[in-house]
């Protein structure tokens, strides 16, 4: 369910009209069957009024298309038909004068492969699919009493809200875990693997508090580039990382809401960005850079080793230094003819930087090459974390605006904004905590409200410095013209 929320989130505006329509509906009726009901109506006029004749004629085609494959086409003729039934059944829906409840359960895909050549289907596919997989396990978990769950994942019942009948497991003390497990969770530090097996059924507002398990969470992002051999601790490479059982609770953190990271941040192989977050949860190594030029970085390797571990090249570039003068340099020296090489080095780091980048991007243009800076971090981490946790906001307003602007009369209709709303702030602040700038993994309880202030402060005063800019270059612009 999560994986395909992520993908639908990464394509936020695409599927705007569709998280709108479905956002209201599920919000005012919240069920397992209104999520995967309401998939449906959004593509039938009769429901939603707005919906255009073509985009409902297409939605029909590829419903039945669906259907006809897992009907006549699945080599399992008895699951490919019950398949083809259960979406028959609620693709009817009231028109049966009986609205399908059950949601299957069982996996089959909304793409089948023949249809993939139809790339009207693919944007519908990823709605039912999100719908469908949000239903079944919004049942499983109804079905076990913990549907407060679902309801808090996607923002229908805030954490605090003080409502019967939506009530909340109440968060536990440390009585609900084992005394040994209470003890550990006061520092965060390496743990070995079968620590983490042995106690990741307690990892859940059930059993822990939101701090506990924060670090729980953290311990497991530290160990995974570690191992205990012969009494002493051995750092491994990304390639060697032990991702089982970081990968589960990755998962769970993300459902409960101790992180809004991405799925695929973490691999089998660890993604340089995700290694420099993990190593900086116990004291990030690019707070003690070695001052260097940029073209001395440039010729020297592909790869740079920081602090027990190689990052690309361009990773280390973007971390360092400010965005906005890395690409400057880099576009001057890209088109020079350099003495005793082939290739200019300059040009393909360009390209790279360029195409990944936003010049405007408040994070981005951080200078960690500033030593005063990284003295700073040093000493009030937690306002270093609260800047890169709210600074995803404008650099999302300043990337988006086009879209914003285009989606306005859309977004001015939306009656119940929870469920799209916490979609779109998870959204926001995954680019951030993502981006190449951020130094640690970063939860909700990693700052003070007064850092967060403090952050904000400082992020207000940057944008206003850049719209400033901005409206004396169009002044003076128009000035010009006339």
């Not at 593509?43 to 897992?70: C, F, G, M, P, Q």
């Not at 307690?202 to 009494?231: I, T």
Request: contains cysteine.
């Amino acid at each position: 369910m999560i994986s395909s929320y992520d993908v639908i989130r990464k394509e936020f505006f695409e599927h705007l009209p569709f998280l709108i329509y479905w956002s209201d509906c599920v919000g005012t009726k919240p069920s397992a069957e209104s999520a995967l009901q309401y998939a449906f109506k959004f593509y039938k006029k009769l429901h939603n009024i707005k919906l255009d004749e073509t985009i409902e004629k297409i939605a029909d085609d590829y419903l039945e298309e669906v259907i006809s494959y897992y009907n006549s086409e699945y080599p399992d003729k008895s699951f490919g038909k019950n398949v083809a039934q259960f979406i028959r059944a609620f693709k009817l829906g009231e028109e049966q004068k009986k609205e399908r409840t059950e949601i299957k359960t069982d996996d089959f895909e909304w793409l089948p492969s023949k249809l993939k050549q139809n790339h009207n289907f693919e944007q519908i596919s990823k709605e039912f699919d999100f719908a469908w997989k949000t239903a079944r396990l919004w049942q499983l978990l109804k079905a076990r009493g913990q549907e407060q769950f679902i309801l808090r994942f996607l923002g229908i019942v805030d954490e605090d809200e003080e409502d019967e009948k939506k009530e909340l497991i109440s968060t536990s003390s440390k009585d609900n875990i084992p005394q040994e497990l209470s003890k550990k969770l006061e520092t965060i530090c390496f743990e070995d693997v079968n620590y983490l097996k042995k106690n990741i059924d307690f990892f859940s507002p059930e059993f822990m508090q939101k701090h506990d398990m924060c670090v729980f969470f953290k311990k497991a992002c530290v160990s995974s580039l570690k191992q205990l051999k012969n009494d002493k601790v051995k750092v491994f490479a990304p390639s060697d990382a032990i991702i089982k059982p970081l990968d589960s609770i990755w998962l769970l953190g993300r459902f409960y809401g101790i992180h809004p990271y991405g799925l695929n941040f973490i691999k089998k192989d660890l993604p340089a960005r995700a290694v420099k977050q993990f190593v900086g949860i116990e004291g990030s190594p690019f707070l003690d850079w070695n001052e260097k030029s940029i073209d001395e970085l440039i010729n020297s390797s592909s790869s740079i080793r920081v602090g027990n571990h190689n990052y690309p090249l361009a990773i280390v570039l973007k971390t360092i230094y400010s965005n906005k003068h890395l690409l400057a340099l880099l576009e001057s020296k890209s088109n020079e003819i350099i003495e005793g090489k082939e290739r200019n080095p300059y040009k393909p780091l360009y390209d790279t930087i360029q195409a990944q980048s936003s010049k405007n991007s408040i994070i981005s243009n951080i200078d960690l090459s500033d030593e005063k800076f990284r003295q700073l971090i040093k000493k009030k981490p937690g306002f270093f974390k609260a800047l890169i946790f709210l600074g995803s906001f404008p650099d999302f307003i300043i990337r988006y605006q086009k879209e914003l602007e285009k989606n306005s009369h859309l977004i001015d209709d939306l009656e119940d904004p929870r469920i799209i709303g916490t979609m779109l702030i998870s959204l926001i602040l995954s680019e951030g905590l993502e981006n190449e700038k951020n130094l640690f993994i970063i939860t909700t309880d990693d700052f003070t409200t007064w850092e967060m202030f403090a952050a904000a402060i400082v992020l207000f005063f940057w944008c206003y410095n850049i719209l400033n800019k901005d409206m004396k270059k169009e002044s003076k612009q128009i000035e010009v013209q006339t």
